[in-house]
């Protein structure tokens, strides 16, 4: 497991003060550090926010008294009413093993039946979410048989397009709108007002899973577009780590992956910590990208206004050579430069000089 993803199963913890005071340092320093880290736990703060200013309701009965029950704190008597367990007194711990001993400080029943309301408030919301998201499809004949999977040729793949704009008749359609879905952007259309026709202009979100080997350049594509194009950190850096885990495979080497890992470097309006980690994906791509890897990295160790960034193409550089990478005159013009350059990062210019003195010109 990475650090953050440990950090990130460890914030609701960090959120309730549940986290021991060393592991609650460990949390915040990763947390001040990690930028993708950061904007997650700016979310779970939000979130626990609103949750805190949220009016307290009553627990039902019904509910309080079958949670008592699960939980082992109350047993029904011979007449069915709810008798609260006797409080139970604690075996003394072996002094051995009170090292391993967790503390654990014991809340009343009414904060677990409290807590218990919230998960059930929590996950109803979930659900109640989910459908309104999910379009309900009509339940026709054809949706109803069975296709038998099959060979797929490439005479049978159809272009479809996701970005669209769809004008339909009314007369001729019936939109199915059961499902609630997301509508955005409406506007009235009436180009003419002396006929009786309107129109409504709306976007509509819809979510798509798409499919297939990482070698199909349909999905290469796809990834492409949402590594260069995804706005939003978190996911364009969960983007990037799905890429390296998936094209790190030599077998799914494709140059493709790689420009578009470059174009993320060469954009101004990326966060560094994006960048950070698109050099990081770089890095773990085979051989057979090693060209399209080192003339990105070459452009961000020449451009990058973020030392950080340099710091990680510098570093990767200076690996290649080590590892015996052919290096070309473009390369070795960069690397000298920067050794020398005297405004620069110091650690820069230090693993460019270990980068030259490793490397083995073409």
Not at 97 to 102: A, G, T
Not at 116 to 134: E, I, N, P, T
Not at 160 to 176: L, Y
Not at 329 to 354: F, G, H, I, W
Request: hydrophobic share 40%.
């Amino acid at each position: 497991m990475s650090e953050c993803s440990a950090v990130n199963e460890s914030m609701p913890l960090l959120l309730t003060e549940s986290l021991d005071a060393q592991r609650r340092e460990l949390a915040h320093q990763h947390i001040e550090s990690c930028a993708v880290c950061g904007e997650e736990w700016s979310a779970f703060k939000e979130t626990w926010a609103t949750l805190g200013d949220l009016p307290e309701v009553e627990v039902p009965p019904r509910v309080r008294a079958r949670f008592l029950e699960r939980a082992g704190l109350a047993e029904r008597d011979d007449v069915g009413e709810l008798v609260p367990m006797p409080a139970r007194t604690p075996e003394p711990v072996r002094e051995r093993e009170r090292d391993n001993v967790v503390p654990f400080h014991r809340r009343s029943a009414f904060k677990w039946v409290a807590q218990a309301a919230a998960v059930v408030v929590l996950a109803g919301g979930g659900y109640l979410a989910g459908h309104r998201s999910a379009p309900i499809l009509p339940t026709t004949d054809a949706q109803l048989t069975s296709v038998t999977p099959r060979t797929q040729r490439v005479a049978d793949v159809r272009p479809m397009s996701i970005a669209e704009t769809r004008v339909i008749d009314a007369d001729a359609v019936s939109p199915i709108i059961e499902g609630r879905p997301n509508i955005a952007n409406v506007q009235l259309v009436d180009s003419d007002a002396s006929d009786n026709q309107i129109g409504v202009a709306f976007d509509i979100t819809s979510r798509w899973t798409v499919t297939g080997s990482p070698k199909d350049k349909s999905m290469v594509r796809l990834l492409s577009y949402m590594l260069e194009n995804e706005g939003a950190i978190s996911p364009r850096s969960n983007a990037m780590e799905w890429v390296r885990r998936t094209y790190s495979d030599p077998q799914n080497a494709n140059p493709e992956i790689a420009n578009a890992l470059a174009k993320v470097l060469r954009s101004s309006d990326s966060h560094e910590g994006v960048r950070i980690r698109a050099v990081e994906t770089l890095t773990n791509l085979p051989p057979a990208v090693a060209t399209q890897t080192r003339d990105a990295l070459i452009s961000a160790l020449q451009s990058d206004p973020n030392p950080a960034v340099r710091i990680k193409a510098v570093e990767a550089l200076a690996n290649m050579a080590r590892s015996g990478a052919v290096l070309d005159q473009t390369t070795v013009d960069t690397l000298r430069s920067k050794a020398a350059q005297d405004d620069e990062n110091l650690y820069v210019r230090v693993k460019a000089a270990e980068a030259l003195s490793n490397l083995k010109p073409e």
